[in-house]
C-alpha cells in the first residue's frame, strides 16, 4: 500500500507529485506520459508566473524534464474507479489491476465536451466509459462509440473486434481507424434514448438503434469515478484544504471548478499534498 | 478610481496582475521592484511546476522580466492602510499619497519573525509599524526601533533624525546606518511593557525606557492594514474563492495561511484575480 495516489498528469497532479516527492512519500501518478493534452495544445500561457509567453509544447516539455530529473514516472494507465475500504482506497484500472493507497487525490481535469442528454440516466444501463472493461459485453451487438481525442483511438479499434456494428462519432481530426464494421457519423448526437437500457443515439436528422454507447473521454466525471463522492455542477466540491466529503481523498484542479486556469490548478495541486501529508501524520 | 489595488509584489501579487491584466483590468500594484526578498533569498525551489530546481535568483529575474513584458510596474509605496468606502476602497500609503479603487488584493504575505509579547495590546498606543507616519511624534524622545530587513534601513535614519535617543535591534547582517544617538542591541526584545502607553522595551537581561517602539517589517499584518478584516491566527480568512468578510476584497497567498509555498500563492493569485473580474462585473 502506498501513501497516495495521484490521478490525472496535468498541472494540479504534476505539482501535487513534485510536493508529495519533497516531502518524501511514496505515490502513484496515473495519467499520461505525454502529460496533458490541453498544456501540449496551449498556443501560448500569458500568465503563468515564472514562465513568460510560454507555448503549451515548451511548457509541457519543462514539466516533463521536471517529473524525469524528479524520478517521477507517471503510469500510463486509465483509473476506472476508486473505492473507500476501512483504512485507504482501492484503485481499479481499465487495464484491470488493482492499486491501494492510504490516500487519494483526485487531478483527473474537467471534460470539456458536455454530456449528451440521457448520459447519466444510462451509466450503467448501456452506456459505458471503459471499453476495455465493457467491450466484451457487447459481442455482435450494435454499439455507438463517442471519442473526444485521438489518443484513445485504440479502443475504438478495440470495441469494433467485439460488437457487430460500430457507430462512431469522431470529435478529433485524421480518424485513422479502419473497419469494415465501422460507419462514421460526423455529427454530434444530441440525446441517448431507451427503456430500461439504451436503445437508440439520436442525431438531428436520424437515430441509430444501438444496444449500448461508449463515450470515451480523456477524462471521466470525477462523480462516476467516486461513489459517493460530493459534487456540483459536475465539480468536485472542496475546502479550501481541498479535501472533499470522504476522509482521505483530495481533490485538485480544474475538476473542483472555475477558473481552469495552469496557476489554479498547480496551486491546488500543491495544497493537496500538504493536505495528504498531514493527513497521513 | 482604478478597478483594483494589489498590495504585495511576491508570488500572489505578480499572479494576480498578470491575470488582471491579461483579463484587460486597470489596477496598481504596491510592493517593491525588487518583488519578494522571500523569493530572491531562496536557494533552490524544487516543487515550483515548469522551473525545476531554479535558484531564487533567476526565479526572481523571470518575474520581473515578465512583469516588464507585460507593461505591469509595480509602485514602490507601503502601504499604511486600507479603508473601504460605500462603494470601493481607499488605500493610503506610508509615503502619505491615497489611492482609490472598486476592489483590493491582499496579497502582503506573512511575517516570519513572530510578534513580541505587548506588540499588539500597544499598537496604537506607542507601537507603530510606520516612521513616516508616526515618526514626528516622536521628536526629542526615546524609542526602540525593531527592524527586520536591510531594505528597510533607510526608516532608521529616518527615525534617527526625529527622535533624541534610537535603540536599534537590526534583525539583519551589515548594518550600515551611523548616527550618535543610536544604540545597537543585538538581542532580540522579550517583550513590550508599560500602563496607558508604552514605556520600556525588555530585553532578556536588561531593559530600557522607551516612548515608543517601532516595528519596522517587510509586511504588516493583515488586521492591521485593514481595519475589520476577519482573521484567524493572524492569516485572512477566505473562501474557495478567496473572498474575505469585506466586500470587494480578495487576499491571497501566505497571508491566508498555510503551506506557505509559491506555488500555493501564485494559485491563489490567479483566483482572486478572477473573482475580482467577476466582481466588478
Chains 1, 2 share one sequence.
Do not use: W
Amino acid at each position: 500500500m502506498v501513501d497516495c495516489i495521484i490521478i490525472g498528469s496535468g498541472l494540479a497532479g504534476i505539482s501535487a507529485a513534485l510536493t508529495l516527492q519533497a516531502n518524501r512519500k511514496e505515490f502513484l501518478i496515473f495519467g499520461s506520459k505525454a502529460l496533458s493534452e490541453k498544456i501540449e495544445k496551449a498556443e501560448k500561457i500569458h500568465n503563468y508566473p515564472g514562465l513568460p509567453d510560454v507555448s503549451g509544447k515548451v511548457f509541457s516539455e519543462a514539466l516533463k524534464a521536471q517529473l524525469e530529473s524528479a524520478g517521477i514516472e507517471v503510469k500510463e494507465e486509465k483509473v476506472a474507479g476508486v473505492y473507500a475500504l476501512k483504512s485507504g482506497f482501492t484503485v481499479l484500472t481499465q487495464e484491470g489491476k488493482q492499486y491501494e493507497s492510504r490516500a487519494v487525490i483526485l487531478a483527473c481535469g474537467v471534460e470539456s465536451v458536455r454530456q449528451i442528454e440521457g448520459e447519466e440516466e444510462f451509466s450503467g444501463r448501456g452506456v459505458s466509459y471503459c471499453a476495455t472493461c465493457d467491450g466484451f459485453l457487447y459481442k455482435d451487438k450494435t454499439i455507438g462509440v463517442v471519442c473526444t481525442t485521438k489518443r484513445l483511438e485504440h479502443e475504438i479499434g478495440y470495441l469494433a473486434d467485439f460488437a457487430k456494428r460500430v457507430y462512431l462519432v469522431p470529435m478529433y481530426k485524421n480518424v485513422e481507424v479502419r473497419r469494415e464494421n465501422i460507419t462514421i457519423i460526423q455529427k454530434m448526437p444530441t440525446k441517448i434514448v431507451g427503456g430500461k437500457r439504451v436503445e437508440q443515439l439520436v442525431f438531428p436528422t436520424e437515430e441509430v438503434p444501438v444496444d449500448g454507447v461508449f463515450m470515451l473521454r480523456e477524462s471521466v466525471s470525477p462523480a462516476i469515478l467516486v461513489g459517493g463522492l460530493h459534487t456540483e455542477n459536475g465539480h468536485v466540491v472542496v475546502g479550501r484544504d481541498m479535501s472533499t466529503n470522504l476522509n482521505g481523498l483530495y481533490a485538485a484542479g480544474d475538476c473542483t471548478g472555475r477558473p481552469y486556469q495552469y496557476t489554479k490548478a498547480a496551486g491546488e495541486g500543491n495544497i493537496a499534498a500538504h493536505s495528504v501529508s498531514e493527513y497521513l501524520r
